[in-house]
């Protein structure tokens, strides 16, 4: 018999990973033999074992004949570690209880088939969309090598990220804000514009101590940072790249550069259209590590402001929307989430998916996905 209680366990045991896997998948596996838990393990740590080899290291018993329920199709290939079907058979486990489907095309099924062929009783896609939920970044990232971007705000129920007189301080309650902090260290970068650098002086960071930071990620076409800023401050810290859209041959890209370089910035230029950063362009420099210092860069969390928000909703590299909504209304000119010109229709707007809504303290957490793939942000 299949027990849901088992795969619950996994994806229970995935979810421990969370911010340490990136750019991997959140895995989780349990072990199974006549009806009672013999071991059980995760993904930990990019380049640590998988979650099947460390389920198996935990065995208090043989896994002879056992059931092993894994949140994700096994792998085949060798990595940084070695195939996990090789140690599925070499363990005699007798059935394979797999979630999602690993759609990196060095698996992509191959994993199942190797099981398959070998004689092992295989039950694919059970629990699956609990398990897929688990790897949304992943299974992005994997397929089509760019980050998987996420716009985050936090706005007043009449729709305002500040007040008046520009003020933000704060918008949503304690727990919220806790809440977002913790987004932070699951997404690998975190991106704002050089307005919320100036308006704000934000530093970006985690917090919590013993959490990985995010590359903080700042779009400044014309290079205004100031270098008493925090960022600029704290950058020799905090793995910090500021993308331009400026000539690179010019003696005022080169001055510039020179000078942020020095306090500890990484400072790229990737020009667009109107003098403006390619957004797509970025996107995919970051998704396929071709920023030196950096790495791979497989999912980022957008916090604003309303101009670069627009320009990301605009150009097709948003896959999801997470907006915190607080029990107050600021009313007046105060701005909103997304600027720019908008649309002219209620027809022509940008189309979202509701996923999720949960109540943090007194605010709520909206989180919508935003409706189909954007193919020319692939292509470009
Ligand atoms: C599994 N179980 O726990 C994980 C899997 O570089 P490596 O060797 O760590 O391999 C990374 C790839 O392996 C990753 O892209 C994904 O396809 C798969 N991850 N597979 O069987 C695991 N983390
Ligand atoms: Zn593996």
Redesign the pocket.
Same mark, same amino acid.
């Given at each position: 018999m299949i027990d849901r209680r088992f795969m619950e366990r996994a994806i229970e045991l !995935?979810k421990k990973?969370k911010g340490w #896997?990136n750019? $991997?998948?959140?895995?989780? !596996?349990v072990i199974v033999k006549e009806g009672r838990i013999i071991g059980e =393990?995760? /993904?930990s740590r990019?380049?640590?074992? /998988? !979650?099947?080899? $460390?389920a198996i290291a935990s065995l208090t018993d043989t896994a002879e004949g056992a059931d092993l329920y894994?949140t994700?199709?096994? %792998? %085949? /290939?060798? =990595?940084?570690?070695?195939? %996990? #079907?090789d140690a599925i058979l070499e363990h005699r486990i007798a059935r394979v209880i797999i979630g999602s489907r690993?759609? $990196?095309p060095?698996?992509a099924g191959k994993?199942s088939a190797v099981l398959r062929k070998a004689g092992i009783c295989l039950e694919e896609g059970f629990m699956k969309e609990d398990c897929d939920r688990l790897n949304r970044v992943?299974f992005h990232y994997?397929t089509k090598k760019r980050p998987y971007v996420v716009m985050k705000y936090a706005m007043t129920a009449d729709g305002k990220i500040a007040s008046r007189s520009g003020a933000s301080k704060w918008i949503t309650g304690e727990e919220a804000r806790a809440r977002v902090q913790e987004m932070r260290w699951t997404y690998m970068g975190i991106m704002v514009g050089i307005g919320t650098i100036l308006s704000d002086d934000p530093l970006l960071t985690v917090r919590e101590k013993g959490r990985r930071n995010p590359v903080r990620i700042i779009c400044d076409s014309r290079l205004r940072i100031p270098e008493n800023c925090r960022i600029c401050k704290t950058a020799r810290k905090y793995p910090t790249v500021v993308v331009c859209a400026m000539d690179e041959t010019k003696t005022d890209f080169l001055e510039k550069r020179k000078r942020l370089q020095e306090v500890g910035l990484h400072v790229i230029s990737v020009p667009g259209e109107q003098e403006q950063v390619d957004l797509r362009r970025l996107m995919k420099l970051f998704g396929c590590g071709a920023i030196q210092a950096i790495g791979e860069v497989d999912s980022i969390l957008l916090e604003g402001g309303a101009i670069l928000n627009d320009k990301a909703l605009q150009v097709g590299i948003l896959q999801e929307v997470k907006a915190f909504i607080a029990p107050k209304i600021f009313g007046g000119s105060g701005r909103t989430p997304v600027e720019g010109t908008g649309v002219q229709l209620p027809s022509e707007a940008r189309q979202l998916r509701l996923d999720k809504i949960t109540q943090i303290g007194g605010d709520l957490l909206l989180e919508y996905l935003v409706k189909g793939v954007d193919e020319r942000c692939l292509r470009e």
């Open positions: !995935a990973g #896997t750019p $991997n998948p959140l895995v989780g !596996a =393990g995760y /993904h990019f380049g640590a074992p /998988h !979650a099947e080899r $460390n894994i994700l199709e096994p %792998c %085949c /290939h060798q =990595g940084k570690t070695p195939p %996990c #079907t690993d759609p $990196n060095k698996v994993g992943f994997i």
